[in-house]
C-alpha cells in the first residue's frame, strides 16, 4: 500500500532545549484513518505540526505525499486539509462569508453550500462566526478543512466541544471521506473514537509512541480484570493462589490474561467455601485500560 504519511525518528524541539517529541517512527497509508491519542502534553499537537509542515523537525524526516511538508510546502499545502484545534476566524464574517474568504485561497475549491451541508451547517449560513456555539465553529472548522477536496486530511481534537449527535455525525463525515479513499490522521482525546474510527492508532506519552497497531492489537496485550470485595471475616489470603490477586483491605482485583478459566476458578472457590463476592465484576481488556496503564506507568509494549 502507498506510503501517504512517514516519520522517520522524528524530533521537535523548542526553544530553551525542551525535546517535545523524541523520535517517533510511524507511517500512514493511503485511505487509513490513523488516530494519534496521549496523555495532556504527551507530543501530539507537536507532531501533527510537524507532519502539516508548519514546523521545522529538529531531527529525522517527514514525508507527506512523497514530500518534506516544510520544505516543499507549494507541493504539500494544495493537497492536504487542516483543521486546527483553534480556527480563529474574524468574528463579524457570516459562515458563508468565512467559507468564500477561505476557498479564495482554495485551489479547486467546493460550493460554500456544499461544504456546509457535508457538516450539517448548511441552514446557519446567514450567521455571524462569534454567534455560532463552540461545536457548530468545530464543524466550520472541519468545512474549511475539506474545502480543497484534500487527499490527507489533518484533524486536530476534531469532535472536542462536540454533543453526542455531532460527535457521531463527525465519525459518519470520516468514515465517508475514508471510504472514498481520502487518508485521515487525527488526534483525540476521546478513546471511543479512536476505537471505533481508527484503522491503526499509536499512543504517545512524554514525546514517544509507548505502543501501536490496530484497536484489536493493542488491547488484546492488555490483561483483563476481575473485581469484588470479601466479606470482612475473608482475609484476601485465602483465595486460591493461582488467581494472583491484589487486595486492598477487602477490595480485590484480578488481573488475567484467560478471563473465562480465572473467572470460573474464583466462582467455583466461592461456592465451595460459601463466600460471596460483592460487586462482582469482569472485564476484557479495553483501550481505555491501555490508555491508563500507559498514563501511569509507561511500561506497556505491543
Ligand atoms: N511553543 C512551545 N514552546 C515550548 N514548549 C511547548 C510549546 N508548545 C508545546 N510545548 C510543550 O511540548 C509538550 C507537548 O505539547 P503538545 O501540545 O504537542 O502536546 P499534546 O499531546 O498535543 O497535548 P494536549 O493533549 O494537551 O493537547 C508539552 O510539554 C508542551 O508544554
Redesign the pocket.
Known amino acids: 500500500m502507498t506510503k501517504v504519511i512517514e516519520a522517520e525518528d522524528v524530533r521537535r524541539s523548542?526553544s530553551?532545549g525542551?525535546e517535545?517529541v523524541t523520535g517517533l517512527t510511524f507511517s500512514v497509508s493511503r485511505g487509513e484513518v490513523f488516530a494519534l491519542l496521549?496523555t495532556?502534553?504527551?507530543?501530539?499537537?507537536?507532531t501533527v505540526e510537524l507532519l502539516e509542515g508548519l514546523a521545522r523537525p529538529s531531527g529525522g524526516t517527514v514525508r507527506v505525499l512523497g514530500h518534506d511538508p516544510y520544505t516543499e510546502r507549494a507541493a504539500v499545502r494544495p493537497r492536504i486539509g487542516v483543521m486546527l484545534q483553534e480556527g480563529g476566524f474574524p468574528a463579524d464574517l457570516t459562515v458563508a462569508e468565512t467559507v468564500r474568504m477561505w476557498a479564495g485561497c482554495t485551489t479547486g475549491a467546493r460550493p460554500a453550500g456544499e461544504a456546509l451541508e457535508t457538516v450539517g451547517l448548511g441552514g446557519r449560513a446567514g450567521v455571524r462566526v462569534k454567534q455560532l456555539s463552540g461545536g457548530e465553529k468545530r464543524r466550520l472548522d472541519l468545512a474549511l478543512a475539506l474545502l480543497g477536496h484534500p487527499e490527507v486530511l489533518f484533524l486536530d481534537e476534531p469532535s472536542t466541544g462536540l454533543d453526542a449527535e455531532g460527535r457521531r455525525d463527525t465519525w459518519e463525515l470520516v468514515r465517508r471521506l475514508r471510504d472514498g479513499g481520502t487518508t485521515v490522521l487525527l488526534?483525540t482525546?476521546y478513546l471511543e473514537e479512536a476505537e471505533t474510527l481508527a484503522d491503526r492508532l499509536a499512543i504517545?506519552h512524554r514525546g514517544r509512541i509507548v505502543t501501536a497497531g490496530t484497536p484489536a492489537e493493542v488491547t488484546a496485550a492488555r490483561p483483563s480484570r476481575i473485581r469484588f470485595v470479601l466479606p470482612e471475616a475473608v482475609p484476601a489470603a485465602r483465595l486460591p493462589l493461582s488467581l494472583r490477586a491484589a487486595a486492598t483491605g477487602r477490595h480485590v482485583e484480578i488481573r488475567t490474561h484467560a478471563l473465562q478459566d480465572s473467572l470460573g476458578e474464583l466462582l467455583l472457590w466461592a461456592r465451595e467455601t460459601g463466600v460471596r463476592l460483592e460487586g462482582l465484576d469482569a472485564r476484557s481488556a479495553s483501550l481505555e485500560e491501555a490508555f491508563l496503564d500507559i498514563a501511569r506507568n509507561e511500561t506497556v509494549g505491543v
Not at 40 to 46: F, I, L, R, V
Open positions: 523548542y530553551g525542551f517535545a496521549g495532556n502534553g504527551a507530543g501530539k499537537t507537536s488526534t482525546h504517545m
